[in-house]
Every structure is written in C-alpha cells, then in structure tokens.
C-alpha cells in the first residue's frame, strides 16, 4: 500500500488510542466525538487489514500489530511536529513556546522561584504552566504531548519514558520551637510516643516513614491525615503533632513559622527526584532546552 491513500491525521488518532487505552479519553484528548474516532479507526483497520484494538471492558488492548508500528509512527509524528512548529533550532530569547510542567505541589514552591527568575532575563515570551498529573496518568500525558515535560519522585516507567536523575532529599521532622517533649532532642522513642500529622493526596494508606517502622515492628499514632504540607507545618506550630516530610520543603515551608526542624530519628531510603519526558521529545530542541535548564536549576531550588 502506497503512503499516499493513507491520511496522515488516521495515526494521530492511533497513536492516541494506544496512549489512552479508551475510545472516549482519546476523543477528549484529540477534540473530537467519540464518533469521529471510532470512525477513523474504523478507517484505518480497514487500509490496514487488521483491528488493531481489541476491546475488553471499557478498555482498547493493542494486537501485535499496533504494538509493532506504534514506535515508527510516533518518531514520525514527532519528527514531522517538530520540523513544522519548531524547525531545527530553538532561541529561548525571541521564543513564545508555552510548556506543560508536571509538578508535585511540593515542588512548585521549591522549583518555580527560580525558574521564573530565570526565564524573567533568558526568556522572556516563554510560558510555563505547573499542572498536577496523576501519575498512573503521566505515560499517557507525555505520549500525547498535553504535558512536555515532569518531575517527580522515582516511578515506575514503561520504555518509552525517559528519564534523568535531578536530586536527592531526605525526610526531617517539623515540630514547634517550645515542645515539651522535645526538650532533650529527638530519639526514636520520643517520635513515637508523640501523636502525628500524615500528609497524603491518598485518603488511605502508609507515608513512607510508616512503611519504614513497619520494616522494625513499630508504628506511630496519626492524629491528622492532610493533603498539603504546608498546612501540616501550620498545624505543628499551634500543637503538639509532629510533621514529617522533605527536608528542602521544609525549610521553606517553615521560614515565617515558630517551627524547629529535627533529623527523622529512623532510617529511611534517600527521596531521589527525577524529571520525565517522552521519547518523542528526545530530539524536540525546545523540550533538551527546558530538561537542560531544569537540571541545571534544581541543585540550586
């Protein structure tokens, strides 16, 4: 079959499929009706001659064949946006590029300072918007562009997700300054015996000192379970609970509060941070800027 009786827009729309897994995510994703979509797939089964999604649930499982041609067609796809948006150079003082940056909120107040102090005098034009992503969301938002580029905790990736190494971080304990039980410093012992602030997006489960204790056999009280950590450190300030969390946030987060920080008496893996972007953004001039700044910035946040 020759490339010309294909429309090119048909592994747009495949390419999105793959990266939803959904007929109706994928309409969303692509602005269309679900309609149209199920209708270009249609399309291109029928040129292709195999159904290259099979349906199972709510879900769209790829045969052999779409997994073998999602590759090409998405370095494809990539290297043709990339030719037509942004041709083969990228100059960051005259660019009005716009970037979708995947941010924990405990890293918007660590990163964002100094990187839109940054881009204030190196460029100017360029847009940044911090979104929150889930992360069992993040492959899927990468694959379909609506997010360049994120940053976050060590996860889990498929191959098609790249990723680099930005820094490490280690938990510390935030109390106020006048707690009585922390008069003679802070042991094990003492940790536990104190009631505690959790700080989680999840309504249920252990933090990662919780899992730690469990490793020895112990546990500790949790006497407030919040979404943000700022707001822990508020609540530490006028009580008697005890908040762990990272150890740079927690310098910042507490600068205009009575609050006294202590190393975590417990042994605990490093929290190392990492930024993610799509194999398709690998050779994206724009994209290798923005990983390069953000790399060089976060040793520094």
């Known amino acids: 079959m020759h490339i010309s009786r294909i429309d090119l827009n048909l592994f747009v729309v495949l390419d999105i499929i793959y990266a939803e897994g959904n007929i109706t995510r994928a309409a969303k994703a692509l602005s269309l009706t679900q309609p149209a979509v199920s209708h270009a797939l249609a399309r291109l089964r029928e040129l292709l ?8 649930g709510s879900k769209m499982l790829p045969t052999p064949m779409t997994r073998s041609l999602i590759g090409p067609v998405r370095q494809a796809l990539q290297t043709l946006e990339v030719s037509v948006k942004h041709g083969n150079q990228f100059d960051p ?31 100017p034009m360029v847009e940044i918007n911090s979104v929150r992503v889930e992360r069992r969301q993040l492959e899927s938002e990468l694959a ?19 990723s680099t190494s930005l820094s490490r971080d280690t ?3 935030v109390a106020r300054q006048d707690h009585p039980a922390l008069k003679h410093g802070l042991d094990l012992e003492t940790y536990l015996a104190q009631n505690h602030v959790l700080v989680s997006s999840r309504r249920t489960g252990p933090g990662v000192e919780d899992v730690e204790l469990a490793r020895i056999g112990r546990q500790r009280h949790i006497g407030l379970r919040c979404q943000h950590y700022y707001a822990a450190c508020q609540v530490a300030s006028v009580s008697d609970l005890l908040t762990t969390m990272p150890e740079h946030y927690a310098h910042i987060a507490n600068v205009n509060l009575p609050n006294q920080i202590w190393p975590l008496p417990l042994p605990t893996p490093p929290l190392d941070v990492y930024l993610y972007w799509h194999e398709n953004a690998e050779l994206d001039p724009a994209n290798r800027w923005l990983r390069g700044l953000l790399g060089r910035l976060f040793p520094q946040a």
């Open 144 to 162: 379909a562009g609506t997010l360049d580029i994120a940053v976050d905790v060590l996860l889990q990736r498929p191959g098609e997700i790249r």
């Open 49 to 56: 001659g195999d159904p290259l999604f099979i349906r199972q």
């Open 93 to 123: 003082t005259t660019s009005r590029r716009s970037f979708n940056l995947g941010l924990p909120g405990v890293l918007e107040a660590r990163l964002l300072p100094p990187l839109m102090q940054l881009l204030q005098t190196q460029a």
């Open 171 to 173: 938990l510390v304990v």
